[in-house]
RNA sequence: GCGGGAGUAACUCAGUUGGUAGAGUCACAGCCUUCCAAGCUGUUGGUCGCGGGUUCGAGUCCCGUCUCCCGCUCCA
């Protein structure tokens, strides 16, 4: 329990930095605040633009990875062919007595087979039942049976209610009959219309992942692009999921931004593939400073619908691990459903055998916004210096939103006007700030509480021998050199991982 | 959606049996200051989350609502 009490205090004492030095804003603050909704300050915006960019080096470098920026809006036969229209909107019921909340579907699946067929008597369908009896002639196993009912509910509004109201459905944790609330549809895609008019017809999803902008354009990007299987595609930007609840800070939100990459690929090269992917990401996480002591892989045990393999990259937060990554092995799910949905074929030619196939995918989808605030977590960290304590966010300096500060150490003697000068310069290359309010020390740890690496002094003896220190953020250590090499020295340092 | 906790200045929090709001930090201006949150002076900033109600009078009591945190549930 001191566990917890410490770790919710620390995400706390984040949120509140985070607050405070403008990394996150509540959006519509102002308003109060737009459940599950976050605005990203000044400092954020430079984090996060810094987090993409190098996801965005490391896929593209490769050369076997090309970029894509989709539309949010797509087709809405998109999602009926990738499966979301369906498995994003599952009816739930809760039980009035023990709170406890239900999927339909699972309450039939899980039910004994008597029940069921008391249940389909009850209802009526036996007819509907027979029909399809008669349809395969054969008998229906107790899962079919299952399916049977929850196609019956979900299609007929009131037959659940019904059921319940006869006391055939109760509640599977506290057992009591008739407590249970009418079905209710969560469906987990926002909607909206396009053009003025608001029909039915003009539906629309904001995309619940950019994976799909990357599916469809699979051959317009390898024609244009002339890459030969495999090569990936690569794609950033801003997805939406009308989440039931939103939970611990940035890390479930209604909208939030995605990093993923589809890597095309024969069939049979799919398993190794996935194997080099997830040491690649995970490598790529630890480049940018995730110590190996909070990071853990996790395979799925329940495989989704698409899926042949999969696994997250979750990183301990303080709240617990999370995933900040999914690794998976599509197979040729996606490409033949958009085949089947579209008519269009996605086939390629294979060289060798002079066959067509629709290629394996695997995928890497990365939270930008998950990232972003695990590396915040990672980075905070308080410790005592001399007696007074210092708060420091040890950010990777590819990272961190502010790369140097410039300091008079005194605003005499034209120490100000060196450093304003210094400032001037470094700012045309790298994110930079001048600050000559309050003592040196004070000053020292704004900058750490940010982030800035480094921390560049003008003294007394820069008038001398027009030489500076800079300090180092995380050991405090100075050196002294050139101020004509203080932007190459520190150019050097800010460069992005291998 | 249910249960629990919490919303007062940018941040962390006081605020008595109801009498129209305070502290520290931060920020800003100035003084001072020659390397790790020193000190002094001054200043900005709050219709107490929002909306009703009770009352002569509500930060305080009542109702509703929104947001955040925790648990349950959910998370193709």
Redesign the pocket.
Known sequence: MAQ?STS?AL??KI??LA??RGFIF?SSEIY??????WDYGPLGVELLRNLKEAWWRAMTKRGDVEGLDAAILMHPRVWEAS??VQ??S?P?V?CRAC?????VD?LFNEMSEKRLRAISKAANIESAISRTLVMQSRDLSKDELGEMITAMVEKNGTLFADLVKQELIPCPNCGRAGTLTEPRN?NLMFETYIGPVKEAANAVYLR??T?QGIFVNFLNVMQASRQKIPFGICQIGKSFRN???????LF?TREFEQMEMQFFCKRGTDEPLFEAWRETRWNWWRNLGMPESKLRFKPHEKL????KAAGDIEFLFP??YGEIEGIHNRTDFDLSRHQEFSGKSLQVHDEETKEKYTPYVVETAAGASRGFMAFLCNGYDEET??G????VLRLHPFLAPIKAAVLP?????GMPELAQQLERDLRTSMKSFYDD??????R???MD?VGTPFAV?I??DTLQDQTV?I?ERDS???VRLPIGQVKEYITEKIAPPV
């Open positions: 917890v919710q995400l706390e949120v509140s607050k405070r509540q109060g605040g737009l459940n599950g909704c499966g979301h498995n994003f599952d739930m809760d709170k406890s909340r239900y999927r699972h969560f619940p992942e994976a989440e039931i609840n939103t939970k611990n800070f479930r989704a619908h698409y899926a709240f617990g210096v001399e007074e304590q210092r708060v150490l005194v605003n005499k003697d309010s309050g003592a040196i020390g004070r020292y740890r704004r509480e002094t003294d007394s220190t300090r405090m250590q100075q």
